[in-house]
């Protein structure tokens, strides 16, 4: 049965490539680039075309509960990386975000080469530079920055170009990279409920009364991604410009578009799985006039949620009386997620919510609302516009616009007089300068040493793949099985001395072990059934393995030197967890499960049935995540297969490789790479990338191959 997949599998990658799709700049490679009149056709989903990146580095989900695992530290090459500012140097701040009224965030423009992130302690008095450490431009792109800061200590940052995203936790002082599946040339949008649950909106083309997005969620923090929607597999959200999104907790959101009068009607959209699907909520005209919103060219901005039910946006409709331009616009509330809504009269501009009840109305003409809305105060005109950062009713930082003029101001008395501030670029506190930013730290990919096995085509020119093992210092490789039969699948002993694999050279597959020298082969199983998937336990004594009975599969176990056989369930792939105490493996079409070793506690991670399958679960060294293949990210299709990742309970999933990342795949020993085969059977080949998947490069010279196994 494997046998016919593989089979299956070949001729799909021979379509594919014969197809001859292109890649583009902003959409993964091997995808077209959308049409400007109507959604893409569906396509494959592989690695963007992006820039080379410096960094010696390098994703909806079965439960969208919050990861709590943690991972080594990522490695940095920081003589490519942005450079940082030198205190003294002249900053002009272009977003402000204030989270108290001492500490905040800024982005910031100072010279030709890209967006800078700043931080502030003193009221946006003085700012240092914590600009994360993205590859520099090589050429004369700027690299814009877009960003969101939830509170004093979490910020996200992604830059124009890259498909990287960047987290910090600790006010910028340290931060994580983490790979979505699409850069963006049109720009970026965030959202985050918490410090667990986010959204990235990202632009990728537009025209025609469409503008081509992708949306990627995590619910690790922004430690994975993994992509919601994108043009290739959905239509939602693909039509006109996005105006505002908005989510609540890990399910309930909003987006508001502008229409451009191309589709009559006043609506949000809706979602309550998370961004997994949307409806348009419609929302109701004036009872005087119940054609205005379709006479009339209406759009909407500025979503509000103060919970799961209640929130609020604005619409505003113009039409032209004579020649005239007529603009009326309106708030709409609910308190029961969009069954009723209230319409109040808006006087214009954004509207900001400070708290439940306080509102402004953010314009030239400023307003304030001190009942959520029903009515309006007016404060202040202005001769600017600006971006508000409130703290509370009567303090705000503003970027404020006027022409080719920009200024930083504040206000201490809700928006009735305000103060010019002259922003002064210092050195970062001493907490901020890392000692060794002037090298990689850690382990690099050029440096990398042990022996990773491998199956690769008999050398002899058989039609045969052996075990082969490939020395990672001096490339060398060298070949362990004999030749006499197919090898797919095979692990190490916990000694790293012999190997546990199957073999069909007896007519069909059964397990085997051998000495890392090829002496001393041993069979353990002898039956008339296929056995596949052998796994050795962390002491050494027991193997799990995969048996093909009559209509499925199932895990069974063994002593291993192959007595007491015993069957466990149904399932296959079967992996063992470090301590020996659980066994992970795959269902199709239904998920990944763990087991104990005595057959009991039988516990869902991940839920596949609605798309296809999760499997070959493969445990991290110290037990907190698992690696495992899905096609999630296009259901019913097994070409597109990724490696995905999670926590151990199931957790936290986000997708590492965006191109199809063939399973099995394995950590290193230290739990800071991982090897995964790329195009798997056409063009198999092995690539490495840390447990970010935020960069990936061929593992060596002669890395022709695939199920690569790090030996212990």
Not at 391 to 407: P, Q, S, T
């Amino acid at each position: 049965m494997l046998q016919k997949r593989l089979s299956s599998i070949i001729f799909l990658v021979i379509f594919i490539e014969l197809s001859g799709c292109k890649p583009s700049t902003t959409a993964p490679a091997d995808q077209p680039r959308p049409s400007a009149t109507v959604p893409p056709a569906t396509a494959t989903n592989t690695m963007s075309n992006e820039p080379t990146r410096a960094l010696f580095l390098d994703v909806p989900t079965a439960t969208t509960e919050a990861s709590s695992a943690t991972l080594p530290p990522p490695v940095f090459d920081y003589e490519h990386a942005i450079p940082h500012l030198a205190a003294g140097e002249e900053i002009e701040i272009i977003k402000i975000e204030m989270s108290d009224s001492k500490r905040g965030w800024a982005i910031a423009q100072a010279n030709e080469a890209s967006d800078h992130i700043l931080r502030t302690d003193d009221g946006g008095e003085t700012w240092w530079d914590i600009t994360p450490p993205e590859t520099a431009p090589t050429d004369d792109a700027y690299l814009q920055a877009a960003a969101f800061f939830l509170d004093q200590d979490n910020a996200w940052v992604s830059f124009q170009l890259y498909e990287i995203i960047w987290h910090t936790s600790d006010a910028g002082i340290t931060w994580h990279p983490s790979r979505t599946a699409y850069a963006s040339n049109f720009g970026v949008d965030f959202y985050f409920a918490d410090e667990t649950y986010g959204w990235v909106l990202k632009y990728l083309d537009a025209g025609m009364s469409h503008v081509y997005s992708a949306m990627a969620r995590t619910t690790s923090g922004g430690a994975y991604w993994e992509t919601v929607f994108d043009p290739y597999t959905s239509s939602d959200l693909q039509s006109f410009s996005k105006t505002g999104m908005v989510f609540i907790d890990a399910e309930i959101g909003w987006v508001t578009r502008d229409s451009g009068g191309v589709q009559p009607g006043a609506f949000v959209d809706a979602t309550d799985d998370g961004g997994n699907t949307w409806q348009e909520i419609p929302l109701p005209p004036p009872q005087d006039e119940p054609n205005k919103f379709i006479d009339e060219y209406c759009s909407m901005y500025d979503p509000h949620l103060s919970s799961r039910n209640a929130g609020a946006l604005t619409v505003r409709c113009t039409r032209y009386d004579d020649g005239d331009k007529v603009l009326t616009e309106y708030l709409f509330s609910t308190t029961d997620g969009g069954q009723t809504w209230r319409r109040d009269d808006f006087p214009g501009g954004e509207l900001r919510f400070v708290n439940d009840s306080v509102a402004y109305a953010l314009g030239r003409k400023i307003y304030r609302s001190r009942d959520a809305g029903k009515t309006w105060s007016h404060v202040k005109d202005v001769n600017w516009s600006g971006q508000f950062s409130f703290v509370n009713e009567n303090l705000a930082w503003v970027v404020a616009r006027a022409g080719d003029e920009i200024a930083l101001v504040k206000t201490t008395d809700g928006c009735s007089s305000f103060v010019e501030i002259q922003p002064e670029l210092i050195a970062a506190p001493s907490e901020y300068q890392v000692a060794s930013k002037t090298e990689a730290q850690g382990e690099s990919f050029e440096t990398l040493t042990g022996q990773i096995g491998l199956l690769a085509q008999n050398e002899s020119g058989q039609d045969v793949y052996d075990i082969f093992l490939l020395d990672l210092e001096d490339q060398s490789r060298r070949q362990i099985t004999d030749g006499s039969g197919n090898v797919l699948n095979f692990s190490w002993s916990p000694d790293g001395q012999r190997l546990v694999f199957d073999s069909d050279k007896d007519g069909d597959y059964e397990i085997y072990i051998i000495n890392v020298d090829g002496s001393q082969l041993i069979q353990l199983t002898n039956n008339s059934i296929q056995d596949n998937d052998p796994d050795w336990s962390p002491d050494g004594t027991q193997i799990v393995y995969t048996v093909w009975e009559t209509d499925r599969q199932a895990i069974y176990i063994m002593n291993s030197d192959g007595t007491n056989t015993n069957r466990l369930t149904t399932g296959f792939t079967p992996s063992w967890s470090p301590d020996g105490s659980r066994i992970a493996f795959g269902r199709l079409e239904d998920g990944i499960f763990t087991i104990d070793p005595g057959g009991g506690n039988l516990t869902r991670l991940t839920d596949s049935s609605t798309y296809g399958w999760d499997y070959y679960p493969e445990w991290s060294p110290d037990g907190t995540k698992i690696l495992f293949g899905s096609n999630r990210h296009q259901p019913g299709d097994a070409l597109t297969e990724s490696v995905y990742i999670m926590d151990a309970d199931g957790k936290g999933v986000g997708r590492l490789t965006q191109s199809w990342g063939q399973a099995p795949y394995t950590w290193s020993p230290d739990g800071r790479w991982i090897v995964y085969t790329k195009d798997f059977i056409s063009m198999a080949t092995l690539y490495i990338m840390d447990a970010y998947g935020v960069n990936t490069i061929p593992l060596a010279d002669n890395n022709i191959g695939f199920y690569p196994v790090w030996r212990p």
